[in-house]
Nanobody, 126 residues
Framework: QVQLVESGGGLVQAGGSLRLSCVAS????????MAWFRQAPGKEREFIAA????????YYAESVNARFNLSRDNAENTMYLQMNSLKLEDTALYYC???????????????????WGQGTQVTVSS
């Protein structure tokens, strides 16, 4: 089993920045990919960014491309999401997710992920 714990959320003014962290523990050797998703009230869970745990290409949703940056520290089993130029519409509960390798699974789909953190709230104010 893999446990994921997010932190770093908070209240920030529009145009500001935040950095989220996600620490993985447990059977981290089983992780193939990790991602960030978010969910605003009344909306579906939305893909933000994803990467292979051992490196490679990082993928971003169009809505955050060039503003958000995903990075990893494998030695610390930690994934980060640097969020810049935050907008009101970035307000949501942000989740970290991890998945095992599975043929045909898509990194941008929530149902591809086996493990989820509890979420960290990001609120952007005007």
């Amino acid at each position: 089993q893999v446990q994921l714990v997010e932190s770093g959320g908070g209240l920030v003014q529009a145009g500001g920045s935040l950095r989220l962290s996600c620490v993985a523990s447990g059977r981290t050797s089983s992780i193939y990919g990790m991602a960030w998703f978010r969910q605003a009230p009344g909306k579906e869970r939305e893909f933000i960014a994803a990467t292979a745990w051992t490196g490679g290409t990082t993928y971003y949703a169009e809505s955050v491309n060039a503003r958000f940056n995903l990075s990893r520290d494998n030695a610390e089993n930690t994934m980060y999401l640097q969020m810049n130029s935050l907008k009101l519409e970035d307000t949501a509960l942000y989740y970290c997710a991890a998945r095992q390798w599975r043929a045909g699974s898509r990194y941008s789909k929530a149902n591809a992920y086996d493990h989820w953190g509890q979420g960290t709230q990001v609120t952007v104010s005007s």
